[in-house]
């Protein structure tokens, strides 16, 4: 769709996999699947928003990439799209906001930055390793220029984590007032006269 128009991988991270795969062949550019490798860019300071022209092209990030099983394949290696997930190398998406043609070597110039504090590293963290925070969750999906299946899975896991949340409160309650009731029913001085195994009523001191 359009917020996963153009495909965008760091140049920089080619020296990490090829040590990491110990595949010293690995080709300059292209080998993840992207439509741009750029250099001087990466994961850790391009943001969710960030508008970027090169000529008369403008592009704005939308998302992190979500490696799928292409990877994998191509590389033979069945669980290469995790890895690229856990190493936070993941490349990202572009939307074109106007559109051109662009060749190799054309500079690429940051516009605007509305929201410096999503990069697709932090973004990248909240999808992938925060699933338990639903704060992160519900601020990322505030993000305007966030990308929309992006944002439906966010908003999505934030409402799926309340009920979660007070289902574990009222059983917290429900364990902590039945273990009330047990110690109100606790003798531990039977009352004289009382037989031996007589229920007792009243209610002990703590």
Not at 44 to 56: A, T
Not at 62 to 82: G, I, M, T, V
Request: a positive charge; charged letters at 25%.
């Amino acid at each position: 769709g359009p917020d996963k128009a153009v495909c965008a991988y760091a140049l920089e991270h080619y020296a990490f996999w090829r040590d990491h795969l110990a595949l010293s062949a690995l080709p300059q550019t292209g080998s993840f699947g992207e439509n741009l490798t750029l250099v001087g860019l990466s994961d850790r300071d391009v943001c969710i928003g960030d508008v970027y022209r090169l000529n008369e092209v403008v592009l704005q990030v939308s998302q992190p990439r979500q490696p799928c099983w292409k990877l994998a394949r191509k590389w033979n290696r069945p669980d290469f799209a995790e890895q690229v997930v856990a190493a936070n190398r993941t490349g990202w998406y572009f939307r074109v906001l106007d559109e051109g043609t662009i060749a190799a070597g054309t500079p690429i110039v940051l516009v605007e930055r509305p929201h410096p504090a999503w990069t697709i590293t932090a973004a990248n963290d909240v999808m992938h390793r925060g699933d338990h925070d639903q704060n992160a969750s519900l601020a990322l999906a505030a993000v305007a220029a966030l990308s929309e299946s992006w944002t439906r899975t966010l908003r999505r896991r934030a409402d799926a984590w309340q009920p979660r949340l007070s289902h574990g409160v009222r059983d917290a309650y429900t364990r902590s007032s039945a273990r009330r009731r047990c110690f109100r029913i606790r003798c531990t001085r039977r009352p004289a006269g009382r037989r031996r195994g007589a229920a007792c009523d009243r209610p002990s001191r703590p």
